[in-house]
């Protein structure tokens, strides 16, 4: 076991001394004889708190809970012991295998950091907040903590089994008990040969030490040290007691308020822009990806905090020579900050730290000398507070949790925040960056955080991140669909099991009854007769080629345009087969392993945003790409559009095989021929249903639904349909290829949107008397789709279609529809929906349409 530690610092840069010369523990040595040895007292001071197990704290200077410090001496002190850990494994030439541990409450931030300076590696800290639906990948105990369980929630359990070295990130070492219980309770599920221990000051005796070097030994492990400074406490008998006592001796006494507060203004709040898929800490990980996106976020973030200050009558000071360096919390001549800059306090809250300090430093950046900022965050445990310059806690602000905490309620603080009986210790603004969870009506309550915070400062202001919810890792087959697992990843929730299917009558009726939306049920699944499977089958030998040649243009105009690193997002459920089919095509012309997902989007109701999440989680959103069949009239591109517009770095554009309405701008082509995989529901599509939405089904962090229908899998066609167009591809890539170099050559203006198809779809809806144009469905896909799921009135055919159209002519057939010869249509075919008759309908919004006399 070796040991890494820092004994000749001149103390931290930037650390604050509100009375020169007066070391901030004086006070409780003196009180109750507690001694700091080494150089533990360069980095601490001392306070008494409420606690069985041990009366006095730690209380750091440089990691921001306790005392408001700068925030980029906080940030940087666990950046430096970040970077020496990464020299300790071998420096920037050495693999990136570790993972980094961090300690709830108090050192999530610093663990965060940590791993920030050993490079990109994975980041976790445990949590005392439950999270419905996450499995626990262990559990410890911290033995002299105030709040003892702690819990390791990750949302990729792997983020712990690697074999690299794992490093243990907590504010204090000072008797290495819980480092040896985190270490054996992972140790049994996820063995290794190392282990880092890094803190800003190790306290333990020299009994402490030798007991982790004796379990590193039975373990079979090593064990390194690394530490800013180390030192000793020196505890008398009897202190825990006399400690006890000088606490309920200084305790303030709390009695209710005669009359109640008086109102006070709301706090005003800010909306920082937080990048989409990036988790709020590491509570369920956060990855160097995660890191990087944030990074880029920043600056906007803090502009967003800056416009808020000044919204808030809160203006930055003028420019002096003698200004913060920022970046490495060192002052000028002047130990204080430039006078007239306003005092700013980012205000954390209690596990959520890494966000606030980044957010905090970025503010101080943008500010400059301009304002001084500095960061703390509230806590859960209880401290004894005292005004003396000689006591590291002099102020204390008391409110009940507001974060529904797992251990119910319970009383928080923010120390050092109220000025106590220093005016110039007041902050002229406090920004309170919380978690989604902790944006309650307690927050706001007039006993909450923000009502405490109001009478010590002249503004109080709220941003609120969004808090990260672990999302259910992607369903693929065989498990669910008949597609192979790496096919593609359905960001669906599997509703097999839950009875959905209506008659189509019966269906609409009750839409149209309860106002209910289309997407709340499903139809009953087509069953083919002999002659349509027959007819499929045709159709499918005659156009494989001409499929084959759509997706490899496609495919490669979206490789040349987006690039190797495309993630494709299938719309489902009619662009599940194209995605499978376009990453066959990558695999097949260039080797490529594109990542594949399909997700829903409802009309009216717009897309899935936690699939989104999971996207943005997990990759670039730059780099995802949707996919759909086939366009119609592109009432699904707007709605794409629109509800992506609430989720920056996403593309909107949608990647179609066939556009014949000319709305999109990437297309495989733009004719209106049959592709063989609309004749058909989930017989042709992984033996997967269309998507379900509803509100009994489907929670605030749950995905879309839809069935898997295993009972239909001797009706399976969805591989073969694959199998068939995937044996042409070696066919079709010369062709493939030039047409490519036509579409490149024009451009994405060349190729932009005509919108023929909806203007097309609006003079059909006026000469046929209907008013509404959802219920126009035009092309060869949409017609099928009238035939196989709606109340189709008539059919509009144009003359000359030929075969591409024998599957419609069955259907039509079959439900006594009759088909309309026409020559002035720019679709092979259009279907309508009975818009007298058919009592669901649907409007633009997906709900009922209103019935109308309707005349050809």
């Known amino acids: ?157 792997g983020l712990l089994a690697g074999d690299g070295p794992l490093v243990l990130v907590d504010d204090e070492f000072s008797t290495g008990n819980t480092v040896r219980n985190t270490i054996r309770a992972l140790h049994t599920r996820y063995p290794r040969a190392r282990y880092v221990v890094v803190a800003l000051v190790d306290m333990r005796s020299a009994a402490d030490r030798a007991s982790l070097e004796k379990f590193a030994a039975e373990l079979g492990a090593s064990v390194d040290v690394v530490a800013l400074v180390s030192g000793g406490v020196r505890i008398p008998a009897g202190a825990l007691e006399r400690g006890q006592a000088l606490v309920a001796r200084h305790e303030p006494a709390t009695r209710p308020p005669e009359n109640p507060p008086p109102a006070l203004p709301a706090a005003h709040r800010v909306d920082l822009g937080w990048p989409v898929g990036v988790p709020d800490g590491g509570r369920h990980g956060f990855l160097p990806a995660h890191r990087a996106r944030m990074e880029a976020a920043l600056p906007d973030m803090a502009a967003c905090l800056a416009a808020g200050l000044a919204e808030a009558g809160v203006q930055p000071g003028p420019p002096s020579p003698e200004a913060t360096d920022s970046t490495t919390g060192t002052v000028g001549p002047d130990p204080q900050d430039p006078p007239g800059a306003p005092r700013i306090l980012v205000l954390g809250c209690e596990e959520l730290m890494y966000a606030p300090v980044r957010l905090a430093c970025a503010l101080q950046d943008h500010l400059a000398e301009r304002a001084e900022v500095r960061f703390s965050t509230t806590t859960r445990s ?152 027959r007819l499929f089958h045709s159709a499918l030998d005659a156009s494989a080629a001409r499929i084959a040649r759509a997706v490899g243009t496609v495919t490669e105009t979206v490789l040349a345009e987006r690039g190797h690193g495309t993630v494709l997002a299938s719309l489902a459920r009619a662009g599940t087969p194209v995605g499978v089919l376009m990453r066959r095509w990558a695999q097949f012309a260039h080797g490529l392993d594109l990542p594949h997902y399909t997700l829903s989007i409802v009309r009216g109701r717009g897309i899935d945003t936690n699939a989104l999440r999971h996207l943005a989680a997990h990759h670039e959103p730059s780099a995802v790409v949707f996919v759909d069949g086939w366009t119609g009239k592109g009432a699904i591109t707007r709605e794409l559009a629109t509800a992506l517009e609430p989720f920056p770095g996403f593309d909107p554009e949608i990647a179609v095989l066939a556009d014949p309405g000319g709305c999109v701008r990437t297309y495989g082509t733009r004719e209106d021929f049959l592709i063989p995989s609309a004749c058909l529901n989930s017989t ?110 008539r059919i509009l055919a144009r003359r000359g279609a030929g075969a591409d159209l024998d599957h419609v002519r069955l259907l039509a057939e079959q439900r006594g529809v009759p088909v309309e010869e026409t020559g002035d249509l720019p679709y092979s075919c259009v279907g309508l929906i009975h818009p007298r008759y058919t009592r669901g309908a649907t409007g633009a919004d997906g709900r009922a349409a209103q019935a109308g006399e309707a005349t050809p």
Do not use: C
């Open 382 to 533: 209880p401290v004894l507070p005292v005004d003396d310059p000689g006591y590291a806690i002099r102020t204390r602000l008391s409110f009940p949790a507001h974060d529904a905490p797992s251990d119910g309620p319970g009383e928080r603080y923010a120390y050092n925040v109220a000025p106590g009986t220093d005016p110039a210790r007041r902050f002229d603004a406090v920004v309170v960056v919380a978690d989604a969870p902790g944006d309650t009506p307690a927050l706001h309550a007039p006993d909450g955080l923000l009502a405490a915070l109001a009478p010590h400062t002249s503004a109080v202001l709220l941003a609120v991140v969004p808090s990260h919810t672990p999302l259910p890792q992607p369903l693929r087959g065989p498990g669910f669909s008949s597609y192979a697992p790496d096919d593609v990843g359905w960001l669906l929730q599997d509703l097999s099991d839950v009875r959905l299917e209506a008659p189509t009558e019966e269906r609409e009726e009750a839409i149209q009854r309860g106002g209910a939306h289309y997407a709340e049920s499903l139809p009953v699944e087509y069953q083919p007769s002999e002659e349509y499977q």
């Open 1 to 157: 076991m070796s040991e890494n530690v820092s004994e000749r610092i001149p103390g931290p840069p930037g650390t604050p001394a509100p009375d020169e010369g007066v070391w901030p523990g004086e006070w409780v040595a003196r009180e109750l004889g507690v001694e700091l040895t080494g150089g533990a007292g360069r980095l601490v001071g001392l306070a008494l708190r409420r606690n069985p197990r041990r009366a006095h704290l730690l209380v750091s200077e440089v990691l921001g809970k306790h005392v408001p410090q700068r925030p980029h001496t906080v940030y940087g002190a666990g950046l430096g012991l970040g970077r020496r850990v990464r020299e300790l494994l071998g420096g920037d030439a050495a693999p990136h295998t570790a993972a980094v541990l961090g300690y709830a409450e108090t050192a999530t931030g610093l663990g965060h950091a940590v791993a920030d300076g050993i490079g990109p590696v994975p980041y976790l800290h445990s949590t005392r907040r439950e999270v419905a639906g996450v499995a626990q990948a262990g559990t410890f105990e911290e033995s002299h903590s105030h709040a003892t369980g702690h819990l390791l929630l990750p949302e990729d359990p």
């Open 684 to 793: 042709v599509s992984g033996l997967v249903s269309r998507t379900v939405l509803r509100a009994d089904l489907v929670g605030p962090h749950d995905f879309h639904g839809a069935k898997f229908y295993r009972d239909l899998a001797d009706a399976d066609l969805s591989r073969h349909f694959l199998d068939t167009v995937s044996a042409h591809f070696a066919d079709v890539r010369e062709t493939v290829a030039a047409d490519v170099r036509t579409l490149l050559a024009a451009g994405p203006d060349g190729r932009a949107p005509t919108w023929a198809g909806w203007r097309a779809v609006e003079r059909i809806s006026d000469a046929y008397g209907i008013g509404d144009v959802n219920l126009v469905k035009p092309g060869v896909g949409e017609t099928t789709r009238v035939l196989l799921r709606r109340v189709p009135w």
